[in-house]
């Protein structure tokens, strides 16, 4: 796929307490109703259906699974196999043999992990096609045969990918143009030469995946051009037959204007790149008019526009059964994933496209990606993803049933839904309705054998484990049951990001860095598997997912992605911790383009800059320089009335021992002579919050236009960020071409292994805020001489990281290290512990803090007594429990009793709270207060939708009154039910809870 769509994607996600079955996320036409088939399906792609009723669903990340004829999702996979499933890509297509039943073959096509030979692009990978053979509900082992091997993936994205068979028994095959989407790509050309795999439909022998003697361009089974069917397609994303017949529909997923059905044909060309939809894409035609003056199209069977909000064409599927009335029957539906709905083509007698019609309009959980019609008669619909970040999809089925009944929706919530033993748990059904409005009755079935009719019931847990409460409600003809997990004995984890901030501003082809911890209060750090980072594209109403990860840190490079000045696009960075009991955390960050006026953040002129091609290639015959050698004119120059000292920044890749700088002047139309104003910098921090000055400008005297200034450092260095710095705002200096000349030092002897907080008082009382501030905190810091020479001494550092920035300070603990206690030096392989104490009062911010650990590397000797150089590469951000400390508190107060109110959804109630710092003397911040109504202590009406007091100033241990008000807006709030308040204190500038209290008393509304 190339568009999809994700909006309102929260910042911090929290645990999910509420059970629904089905899902319900789309509004059918009267008559109709959707059923929940399956769940907690990790993004699915795909489906092919069984004669038998088994479903064969593809996930993207590598795995197919089959859901039983009864609806039951078997927890081994059908068959793993190892893809790429950056951006669009991972298994795109499944069918099953028309003798599947007799033969047991099952066709996929996927993206593997395989680079070709020669290639240009760091993202190219190779697609393939092929055949496995079922064993019951596995695949047999070693069964993959190859098919269909090499076709290009050049792009994240515009893979087609999708498989079926045509009555002929022959294989049907997908393919896009495999290029870039950001703007006009020769890639894309290959969609017109027939003797490429890209952009196609191809028809091959399924049993040898050769080229067949009938296909319109065929030279000999094993040509390329041989296995081509139809020419011309972007990203043809499904392909269908319609029953009956030997016409093969296409869906195309279109750039900037139009999606489109093809009724294709053998030679047809559908026209892309010259044209989409219906319109000729004058990027194309102007970049290439030769070809695109020269070419016969056939039009679309059936395309439509993005006026009205952009598109994604997805699945598509023909309704033949009698299960559907007779207005129904016969036509063509088809998904748009970015628009969330289903629609139907409605087709002549003669299967001409008469119109389309609306049929299914869904929230912003569906995202549909295939429809097929099964066994049953009725139409089922895959949907990829109900939230991106946690990765749940589902499968529905889509019944008539006229004007009979609806069955009900049971929709379930426990709070809280985990804790320790005993656990008393609230269980509420309310949200639970019937369509036809007929009243329910309700049914709690407890695991321990006890059920209960109310409502809302209390439940006592007194064993551990994961306990699942089933909820049946009945309209009196039909039922629906959904279960929900009370998990006792555990709590759930954290999952904090500590790089990059939020709000953080790149630039196009920039490697940006991911990193956090996954920590559980029960388990401790969390393994690799169990802390997932995703990594989302969004563009304007669509999104890419661009990115799964595993682990403590990563990185991905940004893109331009073709957007112009209007447009929306950011990226979204999600962190999930899953701890063994299967409670999850989830916390995200989002980064904006340096350049993106449409957000309202426009880039400052003195934005740092790197080069994107440093490659350190000697130059001169002196070893390791770091240059750019490519010439690109760049620099800075002042913003009027800025004051600020602009700087100019170069990440030379690793830790660089720098010998020499030079600069090349370039004349500015203003100032003809560049001025010496400024300080060169260097340090390993990219924030430069331990920068180091290793060299000073000649005062302000000016050098001619295009001279080569250059200046030796007097002592050798090793620094990762070079930065020059003016020391005059508002001056005026251009460049065109920096070097920096030097070699990397050593390889390291020393590692970081691990590291602990050792906190005092105890770690209880720092996750709750109590107690820990002025504190002091200790580090136990794993080392390990992972070289071949003992090591006698070092000098161990500790730094704070903060999840806002990410930034480094400067270092606030340092230890010398003794190897063990009666010994001279550490051994190669052997561990050591050191203890790094920080000062009392240095966590005396709001919020959570991470910790880098490092040596110093001057510091370092061998038992020989000489002193090794380490690279900070190895730095570590350990995977520890993140420090968080209440920066204030609340009191609240609130008059007890009723509260009258004529126009509930405009008239406020009043709050009367009190904050209190708990920082030193002169920690001046800015708070952001939210309020929520809780009613039995579940919140009823979050903060989103009610009067917020922002940046309340609060300095040291001030206290500070708040009169906050408090709208019921609607839906209103019931008369007559009682409601508590709950206040919520964040830090304004880096939005982290800092404290949160509850109303002592409730209060009714009146009216």
């Known amino acids: 796929m190339s568009r999809s769509t994700l909006r309102g994607v929260s910042c911090v996600l929290a645990l ?146 999708a498989l079926a068979f045509g009555p002929d028994g022959m294989l049907f095959v997908s393919t896009g143009d495999a290029s870039h989407f950001h703007g006009v790509d020769t890639f894309a050309l290959r969609t017109q030469d027939i003797d490429s795999l890209n952009g196609k439909i191809l028809r091959i022998d399924p049993a040898t995946g050769d080229g067949l003697p009938d296909n319109p361009f065929f030279a000999g089974p094993s040509a390329i051009r041989s296995k081509v069917w139809c020419l011309g397609f972007r990203n043809p994303f499904h392909i269908v037959f319609q029953p009956g017949t030997s016409r093969l529909f296409v869906n195309d997923v279109g750039w900037g204007a139009y999606e489109e059905v093809d009724a294709v044909y053998p030679g047809g060309n559908f026209g892309w790149p010259c044209w989409e939809g219906l319109l000729l894409r004058p990027d194309y035609h102007d970049a290439f008019p030769d070809l695109c003056d020269n070419l016969t199209v056939t039009s679309p069977w059936f395309a439509y526009d993005h006026r009205d909000g952009g598109g994604c064409i997805t699945g598509g599927a023909f309704a033949t059964s009698t299960n559907y009335p007779g207005e129904y029957r016969g036509d063509y539906f088809f998904a748009d994933f970015a628009k969330h709905t289903i629609a139907r083509c409605v087709l002549t007698p003669s299967g001409d496209f008469s119109q389309v019609l609306p049929f299914g309009q869904g929230d912003e959980t569906f995202f549909p990606v295939d429809l097929a019609e099964g066994p049953d008669g009725n139409l089922y619909v895959l949907n990829i993803a109900t939230h991106f970040v946690g990765e749940r999809g589902a499968l529905t089925r889509i019944r008539w049933i006229g004007g009979g009944n609806h069955s009900p929706v049971a929709s379930a919530r426990a709070t809280p839904c985990c804790g320790y033993a005993p656990l008393d748990v609230t269980l509420s059904s309310a949200g639970s309705y019937d369509p036809d409005g007929t009243p329910l009755t309700v049914r709690w079935d407890f695991d321990d054998g006890t059920t209960s009719m109310l409502e809302s019931v209390p439940h006592r847990f007194n064993s551990n484990g994961t306990h699942r409460v089933a909820l049946t409600v009945s309209d009196g003809t039909s039922s629906r049951t959904t279960i929900t997990p009370v998990t006792v004995g555990s709590r759930p984890p954290r999952a904090v990001i500590l790089l990059p901030h939020d709000g953080f501003r790149y630039e196009p082809g920039q490697t940006v860095a991911f990193a956090g911890f996954a920590r559980d209060p029960d388990e401790g750090p969390l393994p690799n598997y169990a802390a997932q980072w995703s990594v989302l594209l969004h563009h304007n109403d669509h999104v890419h997912p661009l990115l799964d990860a595993f682990g403590p840190s990563g990185s991905f490079v940004t893109e331009d992605h073709g957007a112009v000045d209007d447009d929306v696009l950011f990226y979204e960075i999600a962190f999930t911790a899953t701890d063994s009991s299967g409670l999850g955390k989830s916390s995200s960050v989002t980064i904006y383009p340096a ?133 005059v705002p508002d001056t005026f200096f251009d460049f065109s071409e920096f070097r920096v000349y030097g070699e990397p030092p050593a390889a390291r002897d020393l590692a970081i292994e691990s590291a602990v907080v050792d906190l005092d008082p105890a770690d209880e009382d720092v996750d709750t805020g109590v107690g820990a501030m002025g504190q002091a905190v200790d580090v136990v810091v794993t080392i390990r001489n992972d070289g071949t020479t003992a090591i006698d001494g070092a000098v161990v550092r500790c730094s704070l990281a903060v999840p806002r920035n990410g930034s480094r300070l400067s270092s606030l603990a340092v230890s010398d290290f003794d190897p063990a206690p009666g010994t001279q030096s550490l051994a190669p392989g052997a561990v050591a512990t050191v203890r790094v104490p920080f000062a009392a009062g240095v966590l005396s911010d709001c919020g959570s803090y991470g910790l880098v650990v490092t040596h110093d590397a001057a510091s370092l000797h061998a038992v020989d007594g000489t002193t090794g150089d380490q690279s900070a590469a190895n730095d570590r951000y350990l995977e520890l429990d993140a420090v968080a400390l209440d920066f204030v508190t609340l009191r609240s107060a609130i ?35 939210y309020l929520d109504v809780l009613q039995d202590g579940v919140v009823v009406r979050p903060a989103a939708r009610v009067v917020t007091v922002p940046h309340v100033p609060l300095d040291g241990t001030a206290r500070r009154r708040l009169l906050l008000q408090l709208r019921t807006i609607v839906p209103p709030l019931e008369s007559g039910r009682a409601y508590a308040v709950q206040a919520r204190l964040l830090d304004a500038d880096r939005l982290v809870e800092c404290a949160r209290a509850i109303t002592e008393n409730t209060f009714t509304i009146q009216r």
């Open 16 to 161: 999910i307490c509420v059970s629904m079955s089905p899902a319900f996320a789309v509004d059918l036409p009267p008559g109709f109703e959707e059923d929940l088939v399956a769940s907690e399906l990790a993004r699915p792609t795909s489906m092919a259906i069984s004669p038998d009723g088994r479903i064969f669903i593809a996930e993207k990340g590598g795995r197919v699974r089959v859901v039983t004829p009864s609806g039951t999702l078997l927890p081994a996979p059908f068959l793993t196999v190892a893809v790429t499933d950056l951006g669009d890509r991972g298994i795109l297509g499944i069918a099953l043999d028309p003798q599947f039943l007799e033969n047991g073959f099952v066709y996929i096509n996927y993206v593997t992990q395989i680079r070709p030979p020669g290639a240009t692009r760091p993202e190219s990978v190779l697609e393939r096609v092929s055949r496995f053979t079922a064993n019951g509900d596995v695949a047999r082992v070693g069964s993959e045969h190859v098919l269909l091997d090499g076709i290009p993936s050049d792009s994240l994205s515009h893979c087609g990918g």
């Open 595 to 727: 350049d993106n006026a449409a957000l309202g953040r426009p880039a400052t002129a003195s934005s740092w800059m790197t080069f994107p091609d440093f490659t350190g290639v000697p130059e001169d015959g002196n070893d390791g320089i770091v240059t750019n050698g490519s010439g690109q004119t760049s620099g800075w120059h002042s913003v009027e009335n800025s004051g600020e000292r602009e700087w100019w920044q170069v990440d030379l890749g690793v830790p660089t021992r720098v010998r020499r700088i030079s600069i090349q002047s370039r004349p500015d139309l203003d100032e003809p002579e560049a001025r010496r104003d400024f300080d060169v910098l260097g340090s390993n921090d990219p924030d430069f919050a331990t920068g180091v000055r290793v060299l000073v400008s000649q005062g302000s005297t000016p050098f001619p236009p295009f001279d080569a200034w250059t200046q030796a450092l007097s002592e050798a260095a090793a620094f990762q960020y070079i930065r020059i710095q003016k020391t």
């Open 895 to 929: 008059a007890p009793g009723s509260v009258t109110i004529e126009n509930p959804a405009t008239e406020p109630v009043r709050v009367d709270m009190e904050a209190q710092g708990l920082g030193p003397a002169g920690s001046r911040r800015n708070l952001r207060v």
